[in-house]
């Protein structure tokens, strides 16, 4: 495994690897890495000839400056972490090799960022689109790996590839998630002893809230899981939604959409966690002919 802090290093290997005829897989990261990380890393190491995975806490997406400060910088166990995953090239660059000039690229994704994440976070996922397609251009990628814990941050780069025409492949991996449940996050680690304990309670309501689905409306569930995640110490809710999973815009009624995820986000304290589950479409009972007949 090899470490590059430069573009022109790291490009120069990869140029080599093209030539060859080898596929290169991506897994863009802020560091801090936990087995999420990894399970996307085993999966490009998979599923490609080479691998990369940058380590860049990207400046221009946090739009809390104290968020960006505490941000955990944990190069040298990352690097430890990636060896045992058989990476071949981790990528850290500086501030100033990314953005050697300020980026004041403005990308637009229309519904898809103006709701939960994008409401809360305004300039967040413009900064992403900054940073993943800065980091595109510069690996070039065959296939890239993202986790579904960022599920709309999943929606908007498979938008920004559209939107840039873009031959890579975007490939999503399920959220991994702690024994307890809690879904993994770099953000964890700042969880003090007590809010980590609280902290499951985000995971358990929301698969509990699955078994509600067929008693609830579409408003009262959200509501219920709401004031069930307040009354627990600590834990404040920023928003749950129940969404399409792909427009990402809200439903009302379960027959809105075959495929609903609920997104949270919650504070523990002064740390924001997220986390979504998926709400199983509804059974359909379709009479076939058999049963059409047993019926008549
Ligand atoms: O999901 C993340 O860790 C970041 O948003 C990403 C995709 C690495 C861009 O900085």
């Known amino acids: ?30 560091g801090a890495l936990h087995a999420g990380h990894l ?10 000839d080479v691998s990369v995975v940058s380590i860049f806490v990207n400046p221009t997406q946090f739009n809390d400056k104290n968020d960006l400060l505490k941000y955990p910088r944990t190069l040298e166990a990352d690097c430890r972490l990636l060896e045992t ?15 050697p000039e300020p ?6 994704f229309g519904t898809l960022e ?21 980091l595109f251009d510069i690996v070039k990628p065959d296939r890239a790996y993202f986790g579904e814990k960022d599920f709309q941050q999943l929606a908007i780069i498979r938008a920004l590839v559209k939107q840039l025409n873009l031959t890579v492949e975007i490939i999503s991996h399920p959220i991994v998630r702690e024994p ?13 002893p007590a809010q980590r304990k609280n902290a499951v ?12 689905k067929n008693q609830l409306s579409v408003a009262e569930l959200k509501q219920e899981v709401i004031d069930k995640l307040n009354q627990v110490p600590e834990l404040k809710v920023e928003y749950f939604d129940l969404v399409d999973s792909d427009t990402l815009q809200s439903v009302q009624n379960w027959t809105d959409s075959a495929h ?27 009479l076939n002919k058999r049963n059409r007949h047993n019926r008549l």
């Open 260 to 286: 609903i995820v609920g997104c949270i986000a919650v504070f523990a304290g002064e740390v924001r966690l997220i986390d979504n589950i998926a709400y199983l479409p509804m059974v359909k009972f379709h």
């Open 39 to 48: 399970a996307l890393v085993e999966q490009c190491v998979a599923e490609n």
């Open 85 to 99: 995953v058989q990476t071949d090239f981790v990528f850290s660059p500086s501030v100033e090799e990314i953005y």
């Open 201 to 212: 309670a985000i995971s358990q309501t929301l698969f509990e809230s699955r078994h509600r």
């Open 1 to 30: 495994m090899e470490l590059i802090h430069t573009i022109a290093e790291l490009q120069a290997l990869l140029a080599q690897a093209r030539k060859e005829n080898k596929t290169t897989g991506f897994v863009p990261t802020m």
């Open 114 to 134: 103006t709701v939960m994440e994008g409401r809360f976070r305004p300039g967040h996922f413009n900064g992403v689109a900054q940073v993943v397609s800065r």
């Open 180 to 192: 307890d449940g809690l879904a993994m996050s770099s953000r964890n680690t700042r969880l003090l």
């Open 103 to 108: 980026d004041v690229r403005q990308f637009g």
